[in-house]
């Protein structure tokens, strides 16, 4: 008998590998933070003694989600966007960054810590900053909480027809890659582009320089406006994406792009040639941008995945993402072609773990020998989700953030039976609640000068 730290039991491994194997009484056993075996669970048990050993016999076992696109500091504007706001020409410029510049450091390490308890209780192990105004406190508490987080900062420096220096933004990435790239096995520092429009050629060839020079990926918002489409054809003659091809983005591994809901078939060819990931983010692309053509388009051989876009819009509910794509690419899908067969369950799984690991360029998304050991375990038993006759149809259709009952990261059980081991979430709902009038006050200054909202 081999000695593993943990085996942990299901009614239902759904392993998402190349097979797509999904077991009923399955097992998983755990070591040094990897998965050493999956399978039947009288075959792992007879085979592995584990140190621990946790059964969940009603529940099912997925890889770890991952939330390949938010904004942990934008989650106290939850509730605050109404939909005049979403009329301004874009949201970002008027109301997201003008919020993060006024936030102060002290708010938004309570924004980061409420974003990481609500990934955590959705079963999210694994995310993808944007771009963050306070990275710094943002790695801190990824350190601290053991979730996987891509940590980046907010790289820009055209914002309102102001411009700042270059080459200060490039020496602030360039000092948070070297204060925090390397410290602890679940941070990662990867490079940023706001957006194309906020950004001069000169701060963006540095970007991807410091991308390619230090083998890290790389984020950014793409395709995400019809102005920036204009934008970029009539400046460089080039759609955004071919542009920024051209000007070196085909170097960098890996390369998530938020949104993308404005390509072209010739931007989406340029994706499955380079190997680059897109984020769809189906609520907030809906209110704000159109249908993703994610949901309706052949997707064969693109890397695709689900993102939040932070607490600001939702609750950072990747299975709920899960479930408002399948109704809009069907929807939309059926009104073009009558065609109801598309987007099916395996494939929308497999959005919600990062195209099964492959947009963040590690061995995660899937539960398989040799993968990192992040898993997320959903419990069925209840009459909102019963019979459970298809365990993938039932974790997409039907299950959500609520039905999370455990989180194992790196074979670390960061969430048992519905408490979070590695935050003090009581202590941060007592400071949101302490706190609110202030939030409050900061939104009430920064929404005066917009007079669209007596609209």
């Not at 993060?100 to 409420?114: K, P």
């Not at 906020?198 to 406006?225: D, F, N, P, Q, S």
């Amino acid at each position: 008998m081999e000695r593993v730290d943990t085996v942990l039991s299901g009614g239902y491994v759904v392993t998402l590998d190349e097979f797509n194997r999904v077991i009923p009484r399955g097992a998983v056993a755990i070591r040094d933070g990897v998965i050493v075996d999956v399978g039947v669970e009288d075959d792992i048990r007879g085979r592995y003694v584990g140190e621990e050993v946790v059964e969940r016999r009603h529940h099912v076992i997925v890889p770890g989600l991952i939330d390949c696109h938010t904004h942990t500091q934008q989650y106290l504007l939850r509730s605050a966007i109404n939909d005049a706001m979403l009329q301004l020409p874009p949201v970002w410029t008027k109301v997201l960054v003008p919020f993060e510049r006024v936030m102060g450091e002290d708010l938004a390490r309570l924004s980061t810590q409420a974003s990481i308890l609500n990934m955590l209780r959705n079963g999210v192990t694994y995310f993808i900053e944007a771009g963050a105004p306070y990275p710094e406190t943002l790695a801190q508490e990824v350190l601290r909480s053991g979730i996987r987080g891509v940590v980046t900062y907010a790289t820009y420096d055209v914002a309102e027809g102001k411009v700042a220096e270059p080459g200060d933004v490039v020496r602030k990435v360039e000092e948070l890659y070297r204060s925090y790239s390397g410290r602890g096995g679940n941070l990662r520092v990867w490079m940023s582009i706001r957006q194309v429009m906020m950004v001069t050629e000169e701060l963006m060839e540095a970007v991807i320089e410091m991308g390619r020079k230090y083998g890290v990926g790389l984020t950014l918002h793409l395709g995400e406006y019809q102005g920036e489409v204009d934008y970029t054809l009539a400046k460089h003659g080039r759609r955004p994406l071919e542009y920024l091809v051209e000007r070196g983005l085909r170097h960098v591994k890996p390369v998530v792009i938020a949104h993308g809901v404005f390509f072209s078939p010739s931007e989406i060819e340029l994706l499955r040639r380079y190997g680059m990931g897109v984020c769809w983010c189906p609520t907030v692309d809906s209110w704000l941008m159109g249908p993703h053509w994610a949901g309706f388009t052949g997707i064969e051989g693109l890397r695709i995945g689900l993102g939040s876009d932070g607490g600001a819009w939702g609750r950072l509910d990747i299975l709920h993402e899960a479930k408002v794509a399948k109704a809009l690419g069907k929807a939309v899908a059926n009104a073009i072609s009558y065609f109801k067969a598309g987007l099916d369950s395996n494939a929308l799984l497999g959005m919600a773990t990062g195209s099964r690991g492959l947009m963040t360029g590690e061995k995660v998304g899937r539960v398989e020998k040799g993968y990192a050991a992040d898993l997320t375990i959903l419990d069925a038993r209840t009459v909102k989700t019963l019979p459970l006759n298809n365990p993938v149809d039932s974790v997409v259709n039907y299950l959500e953030g609520d039905n999370v009952t455990d989180v194992v990261i790196g074979g670390r059980l960061v969430v048992r039976n519905g408490r979070i081991s590695s935050m003090d979430e009581e202590g941060v709902v007592r400071e949101l609640l302490e706190r609110e009038g202030e939030v409050k006050e900061k939104l009430r200054e920064l929404t005066k000068q917009l007079k669209v909202l007596s609209a």
